[in-house]
């Protein structure tokens, strides 16, 4: 029987095993089920095709939301610069500590998704300052807030996506493959049984991981030494 293929092994290692099954047919004159094969690796590729371009939405969308922590990153930084400006660089000045409890950086370190409400909670507050520099701070960090959402949002959309690829196509298709061999597979051993052939001649049109030479008739096998 040919070794099952797995759903977690990459695409391209289903489809060595097709192009080398294909070929295989083809030498041995099994032309109906190269013809099957060949079908196979068509629908493999509609499936990888598939599966790149959720990866690329994915990717594409991660790079969005990197690109959106380091604005938000940016513009954060800055208004703790104003601050302590407007504060004569005293740190522990009780407006600067009711942005900043800590350090600046423990606000820019966070992750995009979880530095957002903190971020939020910084423009409500800078929405009752009186200084026209720190109510511009509201408005430039809102842009950067309503950006990485949109960012965090297509992240988790492109991931779904990807999920939703692998259950409906990539499971799918592995299963209908193994169907494919087993029934090619049983197709040759019967003709092989009626040709007179060995017994195990369907398994050489499925690749195998090791293959072993076949004993010959009265050879002896030398002993380790």
């Known amino acids: ?31 109906a089920q190269a013809a099957s094969t060949a079908k196979a690796l068509k629908q493999l590729d509609a499936v990888q095709g598939g599966q790149r371009a959720a990866w690329r939405r994915e990717i594409v969308a991660q790079a969005l939301v990197d690109f959106a922590d380091e604005d938000l990153d940016e513009g954060v930084e800055q208004l703790g610069r104003d601050l302590l400006h407007l504060e004569a660089g005293n740190r522990k000045a009780s407006r600067f500590k009711q942005y900043f409890k800590t350090a600046v950086s423990a606000v820019t370190r966070l992750g995009l998704e979880s530095q957002i409400p903190v971020v939020e909670a910084m423009v409500v507050t800078l929405g009752r300052e009186t200084e026209k520099q720190l109510k511009e701070h509201a408005k430039t960090l809102l842009g950067f807030i309503k950006r990485g959402k949109e960012a965090v949002d297509e992240r988790r959309t492109a991931a779904a996506e990807r999920g939703a690829h692998r259950a409906q196509e990539i499971i ?21 049984a009626k040709a007179g052939k060995p017994r195990d001649y369907a398994d050489r049109f499925f690749r195998r991981q090791t293959r072993t030479a076949r004993p010959v008739p009265g050879e002896v096998k030398p002993t380790p030494t």
């Open 172 to 192: 799918r298709f592995v299963d209908d493959i193994n169907a494919l061999r087993t029934s090619q597979h049983a197709e040759i051993t019967l003709e092989a």
């Open 1 to 31: 029987m040919p070794a099952l293929l797995r759903d977690n092994e990459s695409l391209d290692s289903h489809w060595e095993e097709l192009v080398y099954s294909e070929a295989t047919f083809l030498a041995g004159g099994h032309k």
